[in-house]
């Protein structure tokens, strides 16, 4: 049983450190937002983590898993990824005084607009469908593991990557004070296009892909 949670740690470090479209968004909305909406950023990644690893559990990802619902579901991800970077890329900035523990003067949203935008930034990427129904399928192969073991990996494989995120949260914060107003700009400016590259190569893939197929 420990073995299996030593397993779904590891996992759960490497996922963490994907570099994908939550990784810099976590980061850019901590220092923007602050520590707690960076956290319910990542909250809302966890749960939409845990409905792919539900689904698939159950079978349900075998429809999602389709070339044909990949494309539809690749294609509306990408459009949502694309979206979120051109609001971040124009986002206009305003600090009160640099090198301070003072907020950044924002109008943040509640806790629910980023649970929301977490969830579905990370549920409509086709590839962690994939990615999900892979990691589910070598266990499921496996003929001497049992409901239980199976739920302790993913508890430690799903800890892990919250905490991990959370520890992203916490040290961007820590770096805010020393942002300015011309480095936030750019903050925005950078995360912004590698959330549109992402949606744009998220787009692409599934076309191609369905065109090569």
Known sequence: MFLYLIKGILLGITVAFL????????????????????????????????????????????????????????????????????????????????????????????????????YFMNIMNPFLLIFWVSVMSVFSSKEDIDKSEIIIFFIGTLSTIFVTDVIKCYVAKKIKRFITEVTLLWINRFVGLILIGFGLALIIKVIVLKDVA
């Open 19 to 118: 570099i994908g479209p939550s990784f810099f968004t976590i980061i850019q909305t901590s220092i923007y937002r602050g520590f707690r909406s960076g956290v319910f950023l990542s909250f809302g990644v966890l749960l939409s983590d845990t409905t792919l690893i539900v689904l698939s559990y159950i079978g349900l990802l075998g429809l999602l898993s389709k070339e044909s619902n990949q494309v539809v579901i690749g294609i509306i991800g990408g459009t949502l990824l694309i979206i979120f970077g051109i609001v971040t890329l124009t986002r206009k900035p305003s600090v009160k005084t640099p090198n301070t523990d003072q907020a950044i003067k924002v109008n943040s949203p509640g806790p629910l607009t980023y649970i929301t935008k977490g």
